[in-house]
């Protein structure tokens, strides 16, 4: 087992054992009080319907058919030949 293995194998092990320390049950002589409190909302039925558009607007991100593929081949023409020797300007008269 490499060095880099052993370093691997062992943070998983605290990994997993600080996982099963946050959820494992409390001591059985714990005890523990719970307040169940029960509030009725009110069925406001004149909301506007936020999920209905949310949904409409992932329908807008659908392609509704496939982009048609424009090709246009051109063609440049070769550069001119290119010129080994120096000629100057014509004389100003």
């Known amino acids: 087992m490499s060095v880099l293995t052993r370093r691997w194998s062992w943070l998983l092990v605290m990994v997993m054992l600080l996982g099963l320390g946050a959820v494992s049950p409390p001591a ?4 523990t009080d719970t ?3 029960t509030v009725e909302e009110e069925d406001d039925d004149s909301e506007f319907p936020w999920g209905l558009l949310g949904l ?3 329908l807008g991100l659908i392609p509704r ?3 048609e593929v ?3 081949e051109t063609v440049t023409p ?3 030949p290119r010129r080994d020797t120096y000629e100057p300007p014509p004389p100003r008269v």
Do not use: D
Not at 28 to 31: K, L, P
């Open 65 to 67: 058919r496939r982009r």
């Open 35 to 37: 307040v169940t409190q």
């Open 56 to 58: 409409l607007g992932l």
């Open 78 to 80: 070769p550069p001119p």
């Open 28 to 31: 059985a002589g714990a005890q």
């Open 70 to 72: 424009h090709v246009r």
